[in-house]
């Protein structure tokens, strides 16, 4: 049978909990976490002590009470809230988990009381489940029924009463993270260039390429591929790398030995962060390479290419 109120129908029809819940089901397409990158990060206090801070943001939880199939909370703490932390005895060390927690006592089979003031609640929670395994990552593994999602978790060792940022694991995940994916080609000049420092320069000589970093992007995929390099008859050893803004990709090791001289391709490419003051900015992006060793050269002329791509992800950061 179904329920007889679908969303949303006018006239004064009364619309059932379980129908809002699946419109926030709905919405996330099933999944549960933060909704922003920077949402409901856990911190110690800037002077640490007994209690950590989780910042303000907002969040997907889905039901995992009986009935609560297909169906979510969305909920928001819009100021930083305040949580407790116990402390550990000389006998051993402990490892406690940080959730957001919903509490919704009119949820069958749920074990939660009911406010004192229904109309307002609190129905939803930053908990403290203390002493879990300590590599656990999610609710889900503790076998609890709860309707929550981990925050963080904090590894506390023995006689310890204060908590630092360096015993806190972030463990929380994006809902539904976006991406962005742009491309481009770069042609050198017809003049030669050769690689000649022993420290990173930009290589080949290029007008960096800009970019514009959407404003939620944490993290990019980046990946250069730098096509037709000349290597004369010499040997030649060194770097080559992407650099984006104020981070660079992970380099890549080149060693030709070339008797006749001859043309390569090189790729550098690896998962790197994107600072706050680089989101929502155009940023310019090139190669840069350095010699270790050989006498070169190295040369880029006209038969030389460069194809940037980058991926843009959105991660809790």
């Not at 699946?22 to 007994?50: C, H, M, Q, W």
């Not at 006998?91 to 229904?118: C, K, N, Q, Y």
Request: include cysteine.
């Amino acid at each position: 049978m179904w329920d007889s109120v679908p969303w949303f129908v006018g006239g004064g029809a009364q619309h059932t909990p379980e129908v809002a819940r699946l419109l926030a089901f709905t919405a996330l397409g099933g999944a549960e976490g933060i909704i922003n990158a920077t949402d409901l990060k856990v911190y110690a206090r800037p002077t640490p002590g007994s209690t950590v801070r989780v910042m303000p943001g907002g969040c997907s939880i889905l039901s995992r009470a009986s009935g609560g199939a297909q169906q979510a909370y969305t909920a928001r703490n819009p100021s930083e809230d305040i949580v407790s932390i116990a402390a550990t005895t000389s006998g051993a060390s402990r490892t406690d988990l940080i959730v957001a927690r919903v509490e919704d006592p009119f949820m069958a089979g749920e074990p939660w009381a009911a406010p004192a003031t229904p109309t307002t609640g609190p129905y939803i929670f930053t908990r403290v489940i203390s002493n879990v395994p300590a590599g656990t990552t999610s609710v889900a593994e503790l076998n609890l029924g709860y309707t929550a999602i981990p925050l963080a978790r904090i590894n506390i060792p023995a006689s310890t009463a204060t908590i630092t940022d360096s015993m806190i694991t972030d463990l929380r995940t994006v809902a539904r993270p976006r991406t962005s994916r742009t491309h481009s080609r770069q042609d050198c000049a017809p003049a030669p260039n050769d690689l000649s420092s022993y420290s990173f320069v930009v290589f080949p000589i290029t007008p960096a390429q800009y970019i514009a970093v959407p404003s939620w992007a944490t993290a990019a995929v980046i990946r250069v591929d730098v096509t037709g390099l000349f290597t004369a008859n010499t040997a030649v050893g060194g770097v080559i790398r992407a650099n984006f803004g104020s981070v660079a990709t992970a380099e890549t090791y080149f060693n030709e030995q070339v008797p006749d001289g001859s043309r390569k391709s090189y790729v550098a490419s690896s998962t790197v962060p994107i600072p706050p003051n680089m989101r929502g900015n155009v940023n310019g992006i090139n190669v840069q390479a350095k010699l270790i060793d050989g006498t070169g050269p190295m040369r880029a002329d006209i038969g030389t290419q460069i194809l940037y791509d980058v991926e843009f992800l959105e991660k809790a950061a």
